[in-house]
């Protein structure tokens, strides 16, 4: 998506958009906007979300509400931050890697995804690993990384 958005992508952000606003003032809370953008394809961090806002508090999220005009450059912002690329995930996980097989124990990855960086909740986490294991409780964390990525 880079650069400029298209009119076209324009038209369908804003038809998004409207669909969060569940007041009918043409605006969203300030708590809807990470959503938002996700449902856009984006991926940011609730880090950069809540700096793209300014830092907002607890009740800034659930009272301060945006227009769609004042959404748009939040949305170019996080379009335009890098995002990291399968290699660097994969690059990532072979630190995890103990035998240099490609694998990663699942119970190991668990406890990486629910204790550093942005925190997943058990749910979350099930969510994710659903279906990555192999027999043994190993991950083959490139498939993961691009299984993750793909989604």
Do not use: C, W
Request: no cysteine; glycine share 10%; proline share 3%.
């Amino acid at each position: 998506m880079a650069g400029e958005f298209s009119a076209d992508q324009i038209e369908d952000f804003k038809e998004a958009f409207g669909l969060f606003d569940r007041v009918g003032d043409s605006k969203v809370a300030y708590n809807q906007v990470a959503d938002i953008m996700r449902a856009l394809g984006q991926n940011p961090t609730n880090k950069d979300v809540k700096k793209i806002l300014g830092d907002p508090t607890p009740d800034d999220y659930a009272n301060k509400r945006v227009d769609f005009e004042t959404f748009l450059p939040m949305l170019k912002t996080v379009d335009g931050i890098q995002k990291g690329t399968v290699d660097d995930y994969v690059e990532g996980l072979r630190v995890f890697d103990k035998e240099g097989n490609g694998t990663v124990m699942g119970a190991e990855l668990r406890i990486v995804l629910s204790t550093l960086g942005e925190k997943m909740t058990e749910p979350e986490i099930d969510s994710l690993m659903q279906g990555q294991e192999d027999e043994n409780g190993s991950v083959h964390y490139e498939a993961f990384v691009k299984h993750i990525l793909s989604v």
